[in-house]
């Protein structure tokens, strides 16, 4: 059926379902596929990867579990927080200490700023300490600006707030935090895309960017934490969703190609090329299936079934980046707050471009990482998008230049007990102009043929809750809830 309304398949129908993607989306639509259509269902999750999780990846350093992909979860978004407890992992939430970020900003680090939104500032007050004196009267001449009107399509986030206040806000506060959520910068991104809430403001009534953040700020200070992960972490929630779906893992081995039964079933064939004798084991068949894979790989199995949504993902765009953790000698001093986060610009003492964009100080953030006598855990974050050479070094030289910023910037030049980097290649997609343009036109080409879903970072927001929020999604469409 390729109609637009097109009847989704009854639960009573539904007996083999394959998953694309072993990530934490794949994974928790596999969770509750199993939830859905109980024991006697066949649940096969196929990834290409060797190990389950995705971005979420957890190893030892030092002895004690680390993660290495996402570190955190969003705890005011409901769906990962619940999805932690349900999974029996409640005992294991912990939250981060009371420690603050900084921002390398103006060559000097400080604090980061409060009043801000994904530090777009609701006043010139609340960046008095980041910007330059003509940075802040930029900010404090923004409200008093021309009214700003927003049209109905999405528009460039550094492209506007260029606009109304100068270059520092982009380089000196924006760009730094969105490098950490997006690894991209504000001028490829869209302000409706990464800041919903306050597009939501202006196009609400409010006339100027500070007026839209400070609606969206909450009027009284929230005791209620921002960010949770687990003790020991966020493996033990792909362990757990991985039990808990009963399915058939089939990793390392990519889904080469997805064509439509027909009887309106699926067929799935296997393998990364087709070998001359393909094994009956290289093709499955399925009732549904959910696919959760980064948009390369959906373009091309959508391509024949859904062209319109396969062109959609094509046009997606992916940074690469990073993660190199260093395990300290205990009792190594670190600066007192959670982290730093470096603007592009910014230049270190001896007038070299860091190679890191962001430090975790793990030891200060996380109370369950500063026992007494534990090594001291750190992360440094490497890559930008469209900027692919600091990647472009093997891993003792990305240790060694990622040290060196470390050195520069606190002081701190304790040689590493342990270390580990990992490596994501075209991990994050990009959130550009036209972005959420493209996810309608996804999901309108997948919403006629039933038995099908999508479902990932690509779609609705890159963190762990935005993800388990469109696995679960799929799950219940392809059973027909």
């Given amino acids: 059926m390729d109609s637009d309304t097109a009847r989704p398949l009854s639960i009573r129908e539904v007996r083999d379902v394959v998953v694309?993607?072993?990530?934490?989306?794949?994974?928790?639509?596999a969770y509750r596929l199993r939830g859905e259509l109980g024991p006697r269902a066949r649940i096969t999750v196929c990834d290409s990867a060797s190990v389950l999780?995705?971005?979420?990846?957890?190893?030892?350093?030092?002895?004690?579990?680390?993660?290495?992909?996402a570190e955190a979860v969003l705890a005011?978004?409901?769906?990962?927080?619940?999805?932690?407890?349900?999974?029996?992992?409640?005992?294991?939430?912990?939250?981060?200490?009371?420690?603050?970020?900084?921002?390398?900003?103006?060559?000097?680090?400080?604090?980061?700023?409060?009043?801000?939104?994904?530090?777009?500032?609701?006043?010139?007050e609340s960046v008095a300490g980041v910007l330059s004196d003509d940075g802040v009267r930029a900010v404090a001449a923004e409200r008093a600006a021309t009214p700003l009107v927003l049209p109905a399509h999405d528009v460039s986030l550094g492209a506007l707030l260029r606009e109304r206040f100068g270059d520092e806000?982009?380089?000196?506060?924006?760009?730094?935090?969105?490098?950490?959520?997006?690894?991209?910068?504000?001028?490829?991104?869209?302000?409706?895309?990464?800041?919903?809430?306050?597009?939501a403001a202006l196009d609400g009534g409010a006339t100027s960017l500070t007026e839209a953040v400070a609606a969206t700020l909450p009027k009284r200070p929230s005791t209620a934490p921002v960010f949770a992960t687990l003790r020991g972490g966020l493996g033990?929630?792909?362990?757990?969703?991985?039990?808990?779906s009963e399915a058939d893992f089939r990793l390392g081995e990519p889904v080469r190609e997805l064509h439509r039964r027909?009887?309106?079933?699926?067929?799935?064939?296997?393998?990364?090329?087709?070998?001359?004798?393909?094994?009956?084991?290289?093709?499955?068949?399925?009732?549904?299936?959910v696919l959760a894979v980064p948009p390369p790989a959906a373009s091309r199995l959508l391509a024949d079934v859904a062209p319109d949504a396969a062109a959609a993902y094509a046009e997606m765009e992916l940074a690469s980046m990073a993660v190199v953790a260093l395990a300290l000698p205990a009792g190594t001093e670190l600066p007192s707050s959670s982290g730093v986060l470096i603007g592009e610009r910014e230049r270190r003492s001896d007038g070299r471009p860091f190679t890191a964009k962001a430090f975790t100080f793990s030891a200060r953030k996380w109370?369950?990482?500063?026992?007494?006598?534990?090594?001291?855990?750190?992360?440094?974050?490497?890559?930008?998008?469209?900027?692919?050479?600091?990647?472009?070094?093997?891993?003792?030289?990305?240790?060694?230049?990622?040290?060196?910023?470390?050195a520069d910037l606190t002081g701190v030049t304790a040689e590493p007990v342990d270390s580990h980097v990992q490596r994501w290649g075209g991990g994050l997609p990009q959130y550009g102009v036209g972005h959420l343009d493209r996810v309608a036109r996804i999901?309108?080409?997948?919403?006629?043929?039933?038995?099908?879903?999508?479902?990932?970072?690509?779609?609705?927001?890159?963190?762990?809750?935005?993800?388990?929020?469109?696995?679960?999604?799929?799950?219940?469409?392809?059973?027909?809830?």
Avoid: N
Wanted: charged share 20%.
């Fill in 20 to 29: 694309v993607g072993a990530g934490i989306a794949g994974l928790t639509a």
């Fill in 53 to 69: 999780g995705g971005k979420v990846r957890t190893v030892e350093l030092a002895g004690r579990p680390f993660d290495v992909g």
């Fill in 76 to 124: 005011r978004r409901p769906e990962a927080v619940a999805l932690m407890r349900e999974a029996g992992l409640g005992d294991e939430l912990v939250h981060p200490t009371t420690a603050s970020g900084s921002v390398r900003a103006l060559g000097r680090t400080a604090s980061l700023p409060k009043g801000t939104m994904m530090g777009i500032p609701a006043s010139a």
């Fill in 169 to 199: 806000v982009v380089e000196r506060l924006v760009d730094p935090l969105l490098g950490g959520v997006y690894a991209g910068g504000a001028d490829g991104l869209g302000l409706r895309a990464t800041v919903p809430a306050v597009a």
């Fill in 236 to 244: 033990d929630l792909v362990d757990r969703l991985a039990k808990g």
């Fill in 262 to 289: 027909p009887d309106g079933g699926w067929r799935l064939r296997l393998g990364a090329a087709a070998p001359a004798h393909a094994p009956a084991d290289a093709e499955l068949e399925a009732d549904a299936v």
């Fill in 367 to 406: 109370s369950h990482h500063s026992g007494p006598g534990d090594p001291v855990l750190i992360r440094g974050s490497v890559g930008r998008f469209g900027e692919a050479r600091s990647l472009q070094v093997g891993d003792d030289e990305l240790i060694a230049r990622v040290r060196s910023d470390l």
């Fill in 443 to 481: 999901e309108r080409a997948v919403a006629r043929l039933d038995g099908l879903a999508v479902a990932g970072a690509a779609l609705h927001g890159v963190g762990v809750p935005a993800c388990v929020a469109t696995g679960t999604a799929a799950a219940l469409r392809v059973v027909g809830r």
